[in-house]
Structure formats: C-alpha cells, structure tokens
C-alpha cells in the first residue's frame, strides 16, 4: 500500500505565551521541541494508522529566536518511508501578528517508528513520490542514513584511532592532558 505525503500533512498554528519563555523573554527552546515532537508523531500516525514512537532527532537548529506574541506554525510531512519506520520533515516558522512578517526559525527530521496493539514495530505504507521535491527528500533521508551509520562506526571504541584527531583537538578549546 503506498500514500501521498499530501494525506498525511499535518500543521498546527499556537500563540507565544509568556509561559513559554525563558529567562530572556526568548521563547524556551524546549517549548519548540515539544511541539514538533507532538507534531512529528501526529503525521507519522496519520501516515501509518499507528501509535508511533520518536526514534531519533537529526539536528535542530534554531535560526531565529522566536518573540512573546508571536504565532508559531509547525508542518510536518512524511519525507521517507521505511519497512517500520518513516522520516517526518518539519518546519517551524514564526509570525509577527502586528507586521505580519515571518521568520524561519528552524527545520529537523524526525524518525518515527509505528508500533502495533502489542508494541512492537508494525509495517508503514510507502510513499508516493510525483514531485522533483519528493524525490529529493526522500533521497535526502537516504544519504542521512548511510552518513549516521558511517559516523557512529566511526568513533566506536573499538574503531576509534585517537592520533587521528590530536593535532585536530590541539587547535580547539580544549587541554590535552594524557
């Protein structure tokens, strides 16, 4: 069974509250990352019709702060789609109600995991891809894939070659004191 990203999209709009700040009047950056956990796991739900679990966070950067007042919108949709597991492209944009202007504030990709009644995992639909812009995300998330598996083989204890990285280290904020 295959889907189009289109069904399963998912976007929620919420007013900045001074709750949601942090001590610089700078909304919290875990507020942010709690919302697009929420939202990761309504499109991946939506997509494979079961409680779904995150899996992984690959890198959230926060590009603009994002003001009190301020409208937040949040869009999520299924960029890939694996035997169980589906990578959930989100994007986070900030308006200002009185200007009208917006920011983008940051961009991540969730892996999401479906699990069936009895918690393990449960088979997701494929995706159709009909766009160039598909296309490209999916492929996108494949070459994650293989760049976080060539990462974390790279510095397994086992692998890692320390006099690789010495010289690198020795001109980093850091003391060598082995």
């Known amino acids: 069974m295959f889907k189009h ?5 998912v976007s929620i709009t919420e ?22 956990d929420q939202i990761a ?25 994002i003001e ?3 409208l937040v919108t949040l869009k999520a949709s299924v960029n890939y789609t694996g035997r169980t597991s589906m990578v959930i492209g989100l994007r986070v944009e900030s308006e200002n109600i009185q200007t009208g202007k ?11 995991v479906a699990k069936d009644e009895n918690g393990k995992n449960a088979t ?5 891809l009909d766009t160039k812009q598909a296309v490209r995300r999916f492929s996108r998330s ?8 060539k990462r974390s083989s790279r510095f397994k204890t086992s692998e890692f070659k320390i006099e690789e990285y010495l010289e690198i280290i020795k001109t980093q904020n850091a003391k060598l004191e082995l």
Do not use: W
């Not at 494949?142 to 598996?149: G, S, W």
């Open 142 to 149: 494949i070459v994650r894939q293989e760049q976080a598996r």
């Open 41 to 65: 796991f309504a499109c991946a739900s939506k997509h494979s019709q079961h409680y779904c679990v995150t899996a992984s966070v690959n890198r959230v950067d926060f590009l603009n702060p």
């Open 5 to 9: 990203p289109k069904e399963s999209q």
């Open 102 to 112: 917006t920011k983008h504030c940051n961009s991540s990709y969730f892996t999401m």
């Open 15 to 36: 007013l900045m509250l001074p709750s949601h700040s942090n001590f610089s009047g700078k909304i919290h950056g875990g507020h942010i990352l709690n919302l697009m």
């Open 68 to 70: 009190v007042g301020e």
């Open 124 to 128: 997701v639909p494929g995706i159709i």
